[in-house]
């Protein structure tokens, strides 16, 4: 699993979840684009998402920030 931070590392925008498509996530303030699969800007910008250290333990996924 892979634990993301939901606001654009752009301008701190909040990006809901129905942004995404596939495996593309939209930003809806600027379009700044994201692969969800590696977490790299994919379009408009260059600045990849924060990823949080994340783990599976008793059946729960738990993230770390």
């Known amino acids: 699993y892979r634990v993301y ?3 654009c590392p752009h301008q701190t925008t909040n990006i ?3 942004a995404l498509k596939g495996t593309r ?3 809806p303030k600027h379009e700044w ?10 379009a408009k910008g260059s600045t990849p998402l924060k990823r949080w ?8 996924l738990l993230a770390y920030w």
């Open 16 to 18: 809901p979840h129905l």
């Open 25 to 27: 996530l939209t930003c």
């Open 5 to 7: 931070d939901s606001r």
């Open 33 to 42: 684009a994201f692969d969800i699969t590696t977490g790299e800007c994919i």
């Open 53 to 60: 250290q994340s783990k599976v333990e008793g059946g729960r």
